[in-house]
C-alpha cells in the first residue's frame, strides 16, 4: 500500500500549505509536492479543510470532474473531499490540490500553487496500480 503524507506548515483561516509526499511500501518518496487547502474553520463541509489524522483514500470516478480521483474517507461529518487540480484556496470545497511551487500567482498576498494539473498527473503516476492508499495529514505550523 502506499502512504501519502501532507505536512502542513501554515494555516490561516483562509488557506493551509504544506507539502505532499508519496512513500513506496518501502517508505521510499516518489512523489513530491506543495499542496493547497482551505484555512481551518472547525471543519465545517464546504469551507474548511479536513482535520489532522490517518485517512484510508481510494481512487474512484468523480462524476463532477468526469475522471478518476483519490476520495479521502472516514472524514468526520464531512464527505467528497479529494485530491484534484486547483491554484487557489477559494477554488475547493474541503478538498486537497496539489502544485509545483508556491507563488502569489492573483496578487492578493497569499501564496498559490502552480502547475496543478501537471502536478495532479504526477501524483496519479505514484499512485498507480493502486486502488487504495493512507493518508497522514500532520499539522507541523506554529500559526
Known amino acids: 500500500m502506499r502512504t501519502i503524507i501532507v505536512n502542513?506548515?501554515?494555516?490561516?483561516?483562509?488557506?493551509?500549505?504544506?507539502v505532499c509526499y508519496v512513500k513506496d511500501e518501502f517508505g521510499n518518496i516518489i512523489f513530491k509536492s506543495e499542496c493547497i487547502e482551505r484555512g481551518w474553520r472547525n471543519n465545517q463541509s464546504r469551507v474548511s479543510c479536513i482535520p489532522p489524522g490517518t485517512y484510508p483514500v481510494k481512487l474512484e470516478y468523480s462524476p463532477r470532474f468526469r475522471k478518476k480521483?483519490?476520495?479521502i474517507y472516514d472524514v468526520p461529518g464531512?464527505?467528497?473531499?479529494?485530491?484534484?487540480?486547483?491554484?487557489?484556496?477559494?477554488?475547493?470545497?474541503?478538498?486537497?490540490?496539489?502544485?509545483n511551487n508556491r507563488k502569489d500567482i492573483d496578487n492578493d498576498g497569499y501564496y498559490d500553487v502552480t502547475s496543478s494539473r501537471d502536478t495532479m498527473k504526477k501524483f496519479h503516476e505514484a499512485l498507480q496500480g493502486f486502488n487504495l492508499a493512507r493518508l497522514e495529514v500532520v499539522d507541523l505550523h506554529d500559526n
Open 69 to 71: 480521483l483519490w476520495e
Open 8 to 18: 502542513r506548515d501554515w494555516q490561516d483561516e483562509n488557506q493551509t500549505l504544506g
Open 78 to 99: 464531512r464527505s467528497e473531499c479529494k485530491f484534484h487540480a486547483a491554484n487557489y484556496a477559494r477554488q475547493l470545497n474541503g478538498c486537497i490540490a496539489l502544485g
